[in-house]
T-cell receptor, first 114, second 118 residues
Framework: DAMVIQNPRYQVTQFGKPVTLSCSQT?????MYWYQQKSSQAPKLLFH???????NEADTPDNFQSRRPNTSFCFLDIRSPGLGDAAMYLC?????????????FGPGTRLTVT | AQSVAQPEDQVNVAEGNPLTVKCTYS??????LFWYVQYPNRGLQFLLKYITGDNLVKGSYGFEAEFNKSQTSFHLKKPSALVSDSALYFC????????????????FGQGTILTVHP
């Protein structure tokens, strides 16, 4: 089945140690999103790609970076994780067509910072 | 700027009873509205959307929602709740007139925890 896949599902990293979370989608969607979600709060959009165009939210810390090497894959890099970065990270995708509306979410990666 | 409010942090219903999870929105033009459900340690699952047309939209798992433009609401409903419906529910809005980097952006409400008791 076509879907959004996130690996790993659970990630533990040390304070200040760089970490990369990965997302892939088999939906052939050209728009991909990264969200941060803390403690069952609303997901907070960090950035998104429309094709190769990167769009950063104004309040996303510089500590968060992203790469999209091809249509299917997107990575979230946290350069120096702090304790406050512990959260669930959600990847989503959408077909960037006028008639396409909903975003499809992956299962998430729960990041723990020790 | 677009915004969504879910006025109830928690909703508790008995199994078999009807349920309603409330959502109100604010957007400059005609909104695109969505409901998502999230089970523990899982991503968000799409339930239903309103784009245009009939104000009553039907979605997955027997859920439906009614778009009310005058009240700027999009309440989620189900005629008969199941214990398995217990989860976190998010309402989201998209402004179809938003352009540039905001194109296609969803704004989520704070979520409502639905608990269905046996």
């Amino acid at each position: 089945d076509a879907m959004v896949i996130q690996n790993p599902r659970y990630q533990v990293t040390q304070f200040g140690k760089p970490v990369t979370l990965s997302c892939s989608q088999t939906l052939n969607h050209n728009v991909m999103y990264w969200y941060q979600q803390k403690s069952s709060q609303a997901p907070k959009l960090l950035f998104h790609y429309y094709d190769k165009d990167f769009n950063n939210e104004a309040d996303t810390p510089d500590n968060f970076q992203s790469r999209r090497p091809n249509t299917s894959f997107c990575f979230l890099d946290i350069r120096s994780p702090g304790l406050g970065d512990a959260a669930m990270y959600l990847c989503a995708s959408r077909l960037g067509a006028e008639s396409s509306y909903e975003q499809y979410f992956g299962p998430g990666t729960r990041l723990t910072v020790t | 700027a677009q915004s969504v409010a879910q006025p109830e942090d928690q909703v508790n219903v008995a199994e078999g009873n009807p349920l309603t999870v409330k959502c109100t929105y604010s957007v400059s033009g005609n909104p695109y509205l969505f409901w998502y459900v999230q089970y523990p340690n899982r991503g968000l699952q799409f339930l239903l959307k309103y784009i245009t047309g009939d104000n009553l939209v039907k979605g997955s798992y027997g859920f439906e929602a009614e778009f009310n433009k005058s009240q700027t609401s999009f309440h989620l409903k189900k005629p008969s709740a199941l214990v398995s419906d217990s989860a976190l529910y998010f309402c989201a809005v998209r402004d179809p007139n938003a352009g540039g980097t905001s194109y296609g952006k969803l704004t989520f409400g704070q979520g409502t925890i639905l608990t269905v008791h046996p």
